[in-house]
């Protein structure tokens, strides 16, 4: 670190004048941006979430029945969430070990984040279940909804209303030089499911996962997006799951899955970015269960 | 009897008018702490109406040719009231104001000083650290404290400190130092060398729970290098009341980082999510501390966060 040594405080500064002038138009931005959002009552922004759900449902689902999925899939968030832009969503599989239909595909929709739709999981003969977690971004108030699609082309739907605001446009993290060094490092975990003694696999990715809505004032950049948008995980050559997602996910996304014990090889993930690097790591299968970190070296 | 009551009420009627007017801003109540050395105690509690943003420590040192600003409170109307506690105490100009980091209950008030012929210092991530919240920091405003802000309110420094530097006041030196990331990366610290007086910004919090937006260990890293000046007498924190022993007063907050740090490191080894982290962790802290459950969960999720990549 450098010394200024003796350095006279008080001398006028014409360098603050020109930071000044460049700020003005910078702010500018802010202002207009802070008068375009009058404060919504809570009724009135679950309404409007229902109008933004109507033109998902229809871009993406057309006419297909979407019925209730209480008993076939559960969507845990926190109602008010205390860090908008990590904010731990876990989607549980009621129909695992039941002997309904089981779920093959689920999407998530956050309604108003600026891309809704978020991710989309297929599952494959390796998943044990369709229990995802993982951490998202939530823009502000909204609901999220799970619609899960089962092996008799079935649709079902969940939805849970979270509180919290500025997860997308929230300053870029504290760690992002460091995102950026370790750029598509990988880590595989294994962790408990919630509080049971059950064990999910945790898939931890390095990446900025940039929303390109957060804005850099001094140089009135918007920093542009870079996000994971495609993660692909296999045990030997079964597929447990493929996904494609936005900048929803938090930075260092995560995500939590359970894989088959009896499926044979090694555990492989294949990541992907809307930059089009690619990130590939593969775990040898462990000798034992234990809920120690497995670090590879590739 | 009467009478009291009725000049009493006059005299905060009129008070109060005079924080109303821009003009006349009401002197912000300071006490000297050490000789030359003005704080003002903000209100332990978060910004609201009530107290109109005024929630930060802030203050000042008089020297014989310049007064240095240290931190400028939520609102410039907060600014202004401190510069009127200044030309109470003393005609010597306010040549420097020291932002001892970004957040916004500590240079909201910069506008106040900005029209004096006066230097904004603060360390190096200072600048695009407020730039890149500042859109949010303003938005924001009216919800909490019910005043509309707009961009005037945000002054970036004009002299960035990286490590160590001496600014000289005028017969009286005062040394400030930038520190690695800790509360925030951009934390800087004020040592006046005459009294023995440190003024930490948020590196320490009394009473009030810590905010983590920065890196827990290296919090906990920069505490230890704060103890390693043996000549530090007064301690001026960036909540709370003002101290006299530095590793007394800040103990309560080592515990608090050292407990978060090291059950957050516990849960990840024993393979809990972060959700478990966040509802179990540090939780016997809670009846120690104002604006716990404000501050907590978001504390344990930036530690977990940090922790599971070490």
């Given at each position: 670190?450098?010394?200024n040594?003796?350095?006279r405080p008080?001398?006028?500064?014409?360098?603050?004048?020109?930071?000044?002038?460049?700020?003005?138009?910078?702010?500018?931005?802010?202002?207009?941006?802070?008068?375009a959002?009058?404060?919504?009552?809570?009724?009135?922004r679950?309404?409007?979430?229902?109008?933004?759900?109507?033109?998902?449902?229809?871009?993406?689902f057309?006419?297909?029945?979407?019925?209730d999925g209480?008993?076939?899939?559960?969507?845990?968030?926190?109602?008010?969430?205390?860090?908008?832009?990590?904010?731990?969503i876990?989607?549980?599989?009621?129909?695992?070990?039941?002997s309904?239909?089981?779920?093959?595909?689920?999407?998530?929709v956050?309604?108003?984040?600026?891309?809704?739709?978020?991710?989309?999981?297929?599952l494959?003969?390796?998943?044990?279940?369709?229990?995802?977690?993982?951490r998202?971004?939530?823009?502000?108030?909204?609901?999220?909804?799970?619609?899960?699609?089962?092996?008799?082309?079935?649709?079902?739907m969940?939805?849970?209303?979270?509180?919290?605001?500025?997860?997308?446009?929230?300053?870029i993290?504290?760690?992002?030089?460091?995102a950026?060094?370790?750029?598509?490092?990988?880590?595989?975990?294994t962790?408990?499911?919630?509080?049971?003694?059950?064990?999910?696999?945790?898939?931890?990715?390095?990446?900025?996962?940039?929303?390109?809505?957060?804005?850099d004032?001094?140089?009135?950049l918007?920093?542009?997006?870079?996000f994971?948008?495609?993660?692909?995980?296999?045990?030997?050559?079964?597929?447990?799951?493929?996904?494609?997602?936005?900048?929803?996910?938090?930075?260092?996304?995560?995500?939590?899955?359970?894989?088959?014990?009896?499926?044979?090889?090694?555990?492989?993930a294949?990541?992907?970015?809307?930059?089009?690097?690619?990130?590939?790591?593969?775990?040898?299968?462990?000798?034992?269960?234990?809920?120690?970190q497995?670090?590879?070296?590739? | 009897?009467?009478?009291?009551?009725?000049?009493?009420?006059?005299?905060?009627?009129?008070?109060?008018?005079?924080?109303l007017?821009?003009?006349?801003?009401?002197?912000?109540?300071?006490?000297?702490?050490?000789?030359?050395?003005?704080?003002?105690?903000?209100d332990?509690?978060?910004?609201?109406?009530?107290?109109?943003?005024?929630?930060?420590?802030?203050?000042?040192?008089?020297?014989?040719?310049?007064v240095?600003?240290?931190?400028?409170?939520?609102?410039?109307?907060?600014?202004?009231?401190?510069?009127?506690a200044?030309?109470?105490?003393?005609?010597?100009p306010?040549?420097?104001v020291?932002?001892t980091?970004?957040?916004?209950?500590?240079?909201?008030?910069?506008?106040a000083?900005?029209?004096?012929?006066?230097t904004?210092?603060?360390?190096?991530?200072?600048?695009?650290?407020?730039?890149a919240?500042?859109?949010s920091?303003?938005?924001?405003m009216?919800?909490?404290?019910?005043?509309?802000?707009?961009?005037?309110?945000i002054v970036?420094?004009?002299?960035?400190i990286?490590?160590?530097?001496k600014?000289?006041?005028?017969g009286?030196?005062?040394?400030?130092?930038?520190w690695?990331?800790?509360h925030?990366?951009n934390?800087l610290?004020?040592?006046?060398?005459?009294?023995?007086?440190?003024?930490?910004?948020?590196?320490?919090?009394?009473?009030?729970?810590p905010?983590i937006?920065?890196?827990?260990?290296?919090w906990?890293?920069?505490?230890?290098r704060?103890?390693?000046?043996g000549t530090?007498?007064?301690v001026?924190?960036?909540?709370?009341?003002?101290?006299?022993?530095?590793a007394?007063?800040t103990a309560?907050?080592?515990?608090?980082?050292?407990t978060?740090?090291?059950?957050v490191?516990?849960?990840?080894?024993?393979?809990?999510?972060?959700?478990?982290a966040?509802?179990h962790t540090?939780?016997?802290?809670?009846?120690?501390?104002?604006?716990?459950?404000?501050?907590?969960?978001r504390?344990?999720?930036a530690?977990?966060?940090?922790?599971?990549?070490?």
């Amino acid at each position: 670190m450098g010394m200024n040594k003796h350095a006279r405080p008080c001398e006028p500064s014409r360098a603050r004048t020109r930071a000044r002038l460049r700020y003005l138009f910078i702010t500018m931005f802010v202002a207009l941006a802070t008068v375009a959002m009058p404060a919504m009552a809570d009724v009135q922004r679950r309404d409007q979430e229902e109008t933004v759900w109507k033109s998902i449902r229809k871009a993406h689902f057309g006419d297909r029945a979407i019925a209730d999925g209480t008993d076939v899939v559960s969507l845990d968030a926190p109602y008010r969430a205390e860090d908008p832009s990590v904010v731990p969503i876990t989607i549980t599989d009621e129909r695992a070990g039941n002997s309904g239909p089981a779920i093959s595909r689920l999407w998530l929709v956050i309604d108003n984040n600026p891309v809704p739709m978020s991710a989309r999981f297929d599952l494959g003969p390796a998943a044990a279940s369709a229990t995802i977690a993982t951490r998202v971004r939530v823009n502000s108030y909204t609901y999220m909804r799970v619609i899960a699609e089962t092996r008799d082309d079935k649709l079902y739907m969940v939805k849970r209303y979270v509180k919290a605001s500025g997860g997308c446009s929230a300053p870029i993290g504290r760690d992002l030089d460091k995102a950026r060094e370790n750029l598509g490092q990988m880590r595989l975990r294994t962790v408990r499911a919630g509080e049971s003694n059950d064990k999910r696999t945790q898939l931890m990715i390095r990446h900025p996962n940039i929303t390109g809505l957060q804005m850099d004032q001094l140089t009135r950049l918007v920093e542009p997006a870079h996000f994971v948008d495609a993660i692909t995980v296999r045990k030997g050559d079964a597929l447990v799951f493929d996904s494609t997602m936005t900048f929803s996910l938090s930075a260092n996304p995560s995500l939590q899955f359970s894989v088959k014990d009896d499926t044979p090889g090694d555990l492989s993930a294949h990541v992907q970015d809307n930059e089009e690097n690619e990130f590939e790591q593969t775990w040898p299968a462990p000798e034992a269960e234990s809920p120690q970190q497995q670090e590879t070296t590739s | 009897m009467r009478i009291t009551y009725w000049l009493a009420a006059l005299a905060v009627l009129s008070g109060t008018s005079s924080v109303l007017a821009d003009d006349v801003p009401q002197p912000l109540r300071v006490s000297e702490v050490a000789q030359g050395v003005f704080v003002h105690l903000g209100d332990q509690a978060e910004a609201n109406r009530g107290n109109a943003g005024d929630i930060a420590n802030i203050g000042f040192i008089v020297g014989d040719e310049c007064v240095a600003v240290i931190d400028t409170g939520g609102t410039p109307q907060i600014g202004a009231r401190l510069r009127a506690a200044i030309s109470e105490q003393t005609a010597t100009p306010v040549c420097c104001v020291i932002n001892t980091h970004m957040h916004p209950d500590h240079v909201l008030g910069n506008r106040a000083f900005a029209a004096d012929d006066t230097t904004f210092i603060a360390a190096a991530g200072f600048d695009s650290a407020l730039a890149a919240r500042s859109e949010s920091y303003l938005t924001r405003m009216p919800e909490t404290i019910g005043i509309t802000a707009d961009s005037s309110w945000i002054v970036l420094s004009d002299r960035q400190i990286d490590g160590a530097a001496k600014l000289d006041l005028g017969g009286r030196e005062v040394t400030l130092q930038s520190w690695p990331t800790a509360h925030t990366d951009n934390d800087l610290t004020v040592y006046d060398e005459d009294t023995g007086t440190l003024w930490t910004g948020d590196l320490l919090f009394v009473d009030r729970v810590p905010s983590i937006d920065g890196s827990i260990t290296g919090w906990l890293q920069v505490l230890d290098r704060l103890a390693e000046n043996g000549t530090v007498g007064t301690v001026v924190p960036g909540h709370g009341p003002v101290k006299h022993d530095l590793a007394r007063a800040t103990a309560p907050e080592r515990r608090y980082l050292e407990t978060i740090r090291d059950d957050v490191r516990k849960a990840i080894a024993d393979g809990y999510g972060l959700q478990h982290a966040v509802q179990h962790t540090g939780t016997q802290q809670r009846s120690r501390w104002l604006l716990f459950d404000a501050y907590h969960a978001r504390n344990v999720t930036a530690a977990y966060t940090e922790l599971e990549w070490e």
